[in-house]
């Protein structure tokens, strides 16, 4: 793939991740969320899909993917955490939760940036 559709790729990664993120604040409100929408498993969300396929291929051997690799898995933890919560009445450690995950999110993101830069500046023009 060339420069810009990695680019593209981590992009729409990305905007699967903040979908993904704004379910699960939907669910801390109070709104129900089917499954499909707010995977718990780190594979199963749009993003993972791409990570741990496209992704992986790609930039499986970049140092900044195994530090995206453990944010992401991080935040699945925290979600499992945080849906377990709910489902339990803990709203006291669910508004917790949620919290952490945000924050998670705002460093996954973080990180996205920084692998979309060292794609820019990458010596070469595929991947």
Not at 32 to 41: G, I, Q, R
Not at 66 to 75: I, W
Request: proline fraction near 2%; include cysteine.
């Amino acid at each position: 793939m060339t420069r810009q559709e990695a680019l593209l790729q981590l992009r729409k990664a990305k905007s699967a991740h903040i979908r993904w993120r704004a379910f699960v604040q939907a669910m801390v409100a109070g709104l129900e969320v089917s499954e499909d929408k707010a995977p718990a498993h780190p594979k199963d969300c749009d993003f993972g899909n791409w990570f741990y396929k496209e992704g992986f291929q790609s930039f499986g051997h970049w140092p900044v993917y195994l530090d995206v690799e453990y944010a992401h898995e991080m935040l699945h933890d925290v979600y499992h955490l945080l849906h377990r919560a709910r489902k339990s009445g803990e709203h006291m450690e669910v508004e917790r939760l949620a919290v952490q995950l945000t924050a998670i999110s705002y460093s996954l993101l973080e990180l996205m940036a920084l692998f979309e830069e060292e794609i820019r500046l990458a010596e070469q023009d595929a991947f």
